[in-house]
């Protein structure tokens, strides 16, 4: 089986009802991103970055996969899928994709704040503030902030480089290192980004589908088949 790889990022969500990190107002949901995703904004204030990522479970707990993850699940009967996201949703997962790397963390999950080694499920509950992990510290969202590292990104850049076929989905290309990941992929294979707006100038031979993801992926769909 050929390899599949695909980097998605918020606006693959968007269709389901999940806002993407920076819409028009340059804001996420009404918070300034330094606030609320990022390790000064959570060593400032991480009551309210705490409260933040409960209201995110909680929405969304009442989200579904939309069109676009479902195609990425259905094409492991054809490819050997491999998903890589910027989301701290579920929503691949839920859709069926057997094989999800999440750069940035996972809102399902919490960890200590001292060790993220320890990592647990919790599921859609909230995280009540002062809680605290096994080893006495504060439990805090599962969640790769800026200024933090990222632990997942070099096992993801092998996976990009021994891909086949790579599908960049809505994402703005703006947050680094995962931004940069495409440039792993083996030289002259296909790329393609599918995207309703510009984003950060990729190389011409990415192949660019202006569309929102559901139409974008139905399309990818059928070309993939063809090739
Ligand atoms: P971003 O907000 O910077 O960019 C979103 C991109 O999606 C834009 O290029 C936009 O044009 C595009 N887009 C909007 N609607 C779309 C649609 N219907 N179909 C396809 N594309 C669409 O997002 P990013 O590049 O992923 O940057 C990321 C950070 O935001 C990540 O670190 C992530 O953890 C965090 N985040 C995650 C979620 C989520 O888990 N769903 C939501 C918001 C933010």
Redesign the pocket.
Known sequence: MKKLVFLT???????SG?????DSDGL?ERHRIEDVASIEGWHRNPELVNDFYNKRRTQLSECEPNAAHQIIAELENLFDVTVIT????NLHEKAGSSRVIHL?GELTKACSENQKGYVTDIGFREIVFGEKAPDGHLLRPFIVWFGEEVPLMEFAMTEVESADYLVI???????YPAAGLYHYAKPGIPIWL????E?QPVNKHVKIIRE??TK?MDILKKELIND
């Open positions: 990022g918020a606006g693959i969500s968007a269709e999940i806002s993407t990190f920076r996420w910027q989301n701290v949703d940035h989905i809505g994402t703005s290309l703006n947050v599918i995207d309703p707006n984003t929102k993801a974008g």
